[in-house]
């Protein structure tokens, strides 16, 4: 792998986190607006209590990390008589803490290559697009990376994708629409291990409307997949759209029981008020978090600091 150009990184890194201020702004708004008002002696009250939880709730971080930010607060004696500032300050603290154990990066590293994700997500999600941004991703960390077209159900997602391998310039395997998806994955597999590529991403469908259809046909893509390399899939990323808030959470259940989810990617962090859906996740699930996405750029998609992004939420940073 080359050596990286350390201007080059620090340029990337003030784009990312302007990106990343930009696309929480309106989270970190809501939760101070529904915050405002709150503080006055050294121990919050019952009363004050309640209405953070419910603040909380309401800037959709989910009535479990809710609650364990209200029994920590409800523990804390500040130094003077708390402030919105010194409030944020351990929520901010608080939300580090839920984030932090989930922030993890998708490596490549599987011996032998290549690595096979199968990323999944309901149609709308911005899944295509996802793995295009995940795909750049590995190439910036010089991995090789081949696709899979293996969302045969919509003509659109083949196209799509066979347009992102065009820019991107890399290989790409397709079948026709209504083909059978395991056979498409099964020869993208045999060709990524042919080429010796480093990451092999497939596109899934998806539909669940039919969630017993959907399960058969991502179970008969892991048998074929097991027939050239028994550790293939390596990951099963679920690919989630954070402007639907707390029906993000209803999918990760579903997604979990259908496809066995070994992670996350959370995107359309891009200004709307629901980032605090990602905070809900990390509480109510614990799967890892490999990346967030904070605009519609090729290269928004990002492995995220939990210590930042948890200021950045809480409008400190």
């Known amino acids: 792998m080359s050596t990286p150009d350390p201007q080059q990184n620090e340029g990337a890194s003030s784009d990312w986190s302007d990106r990343l201020f930009g696309g929480f702004r309106q989270t970190s708004q809501r939760l101070a607006g ?10 919050l009250t019952s009363a004050q209590l309640d209405a953070l939880e419910d603040a909380l709730i309401m800037s959709d971080l989910g009535p479990r ?31 580090a803490e839920i984030l932090r154990p989930v922030a993890k990066p998708l490596d490549i590293v599987a011996f032998p290559r290549p690595q096979v994700i199968l990323v999944i997500g309901v149609n709308g999600s911005g899944k295509t697009t996802t793995i295009a941004k ?19 159900f919509r003509a659109a997602a083949i196209g799509q994708l066979k347009v992102w391998a065009e820019r991107l310039s890399i290989p790409i395997v397709t079948g026709p629409e209504g083909g059978d998806p395991a056979s498409i994955v099964f020869d993208g597999l045999k060709a990524a291990t042919e080429q010796g ?50 029906n993000a959470l209803s999918q990760i259940e579903i997604f979990k029981e259908v496809a066995g989810v070994s992670g996350l990617i959370m995107t ?47 409008g400190i940073a």
């Open 34 to 43: 529904n915050l405002a008002g709150l503080g006055g002696g050294t121990r």
């Open 65 to 95: 990390a809710a609650a364990r930010i209200r029994d920590r607060l409800a523990e804390e004696r500040f130094e003077r008589d708390a402030d919105e500032r010194a409030i944020m300050e351990v929520v901010a603290r608080e939300i």
């Open 134 to 152: 995940l795909a750049h991703l590995f190439q910036e960390q010089d991995y090789s990376v081949m696709l899979a077209a293996g969302d045969t």
């Open 197 to 246: 590529i480093d990451a092999l991403i497939v596109d899934t469908a998806g539909r669940l409307q039919n969630k017993r259809e959907l399960m058969d046909e991502l179970a008969k893509i892991r048998r074929v997949l097991g027939r050239l390399n028994p550790a293939a899939p390596h990951d099963v990323v679920l690919v989630l759209d954070a402007t639907n808030g707390q």
């Open 268 to 314: 359309k962090l891009d200004g709307t008020a629901r980032g605090g859906v990602l905070v809900a996740a990390a509480e109510q699930y614990g799967l890892p978090i490999h990346a967030i996405g904070v605009g519609e750029k090729i290269d928004d998609l990002r492995p995220f600091n939990p210590d930042l992004l948890a200021r950045v939420i809480a």
